[in-house]
Nanobody
């Protein structure tokens, strides 16, 4: 069973920082892209940032220059460093990974359970 375990969410004030982490379980053989999505109340889930196996990154315009995504392939982990947080960053953040499990030849998308990020003004 593959699990994506997230950590690092919380309540902060505007301008402060948080670092989210997401680790895939040990049954993973190979991971393609990894990313972070978020969903605010009443809104659709949106891509925040993604990173390929070759470390190419992509960011939503709203977070460029403030957020940085990185990955540690040896630990099957992806991080999201969030600086200069704003109240509009408040949302549930979800980790996503396109990966291949042990004994499988195909890649599938997996999701974490979500972690709440709340930014007060």
């Amino acid at each position: 069973q593959v699990q994506l375990v997230e950590s690092g969410g919380g309540l902060v004030q505007s301008g402060e920082s948080l670092r989210l982490s997401c680790t895939a379980s040990i049954s993973v053989v190979s991971i393609n892209a990894m990313g972070w999505y978020r969903q605010a109340p009443g809104k659709e889930r949106e891509l925040v940032a993604s990173i390929t196996s070759g470390d190419s990154t992509n960011y939503a315009d709203s977070v460029k220059g403030r957020f940085t995504i990185s990955r540690d392939n040896a630990k099957n982990t992806v991080h999201l460093q969030m600086n200069s947080l704003k109240p509009e960053d408040t949302a549930v953040y979800y980790c996503n990974a396109n990966l291949r499990r042990a004994l499988s030849t195909r890649y599938y998308d997996y999701w974490g359970q979500g972690t709440q990020v709340t930014v007060s003004s």
